[in-house]
């Protein structure tokens, strides 16, 4: 009877973590914090929004399309690794592609995903690696989690993403690779966040945020 208790409990756990990106975020992802000490990931209020939003969109549309402008050190892009790790890790046969503007990000942002892994606190919620290389995580259940660098118009053909994240999007070095990516999406069931500072009045990414400041289109706009 205490087994197929615990077996129930279990399986609640587990249903919660794999629908509240929040609770997963306090309870199974570790972040390094300025003093380089390892944390909980607990969502301040900019996340909170952020996450919010996102769930009411998505809720609404079956899919999310966010242009997020930021300012700097408020953890959005921290947000967005932890949301793209999660929906690798607790669901099956699910793409997740992170496409960073320069080398440096791109080796920060795959460390703290592969941090994300190396810290999950219990086997019940560690889904076994396939394979991992320098800029990618496959699981046995048929996910994968991978990151590029935004410098070619190669960057992601013939792939089919249903989490797209675009760090500072307002500073790729070629604006042209972005309808590319954006047409490796599925119409439905599908993500893309794409966040960035700002880069002056212009631009690929400033564009969309005015056009869906206007009402124009499917982008909603987090500030």
Known sequence: MKSENQKNQNQKIIKTFKTN???YAK???KIVDKQGKLITLDFNS???????MINEQFSHHNRVRMLILKSRQTGISTYCQARGFWKTATNQNLNAVVVSHLNESTKSIFNMVKNFYDNLPHPMVTPELKESTTNSMAFTHGSRWRI???RTG???RG???NYLHGSEVAFYPNADIIPGLLQTVPEDNSEILLESTANGAGGWFYDACMRALRGEGEWQVCF
Not at 46 to 52: E, G, I, S, T, W
Request: with cysteine.
């Open 148 to 150: 590029a660098t935004a």
């Open 27 to 29: 309870h199974c992802l």
């Open 46 to 52: 900019a996340q909170a929004k952020l996450d919010h």
């Open 154 to 156: 190669e960057v992601g």
């Open 21 to 23: 990106l929040a609770v």
């Open 159 to 161: 792939w089919t993403t």
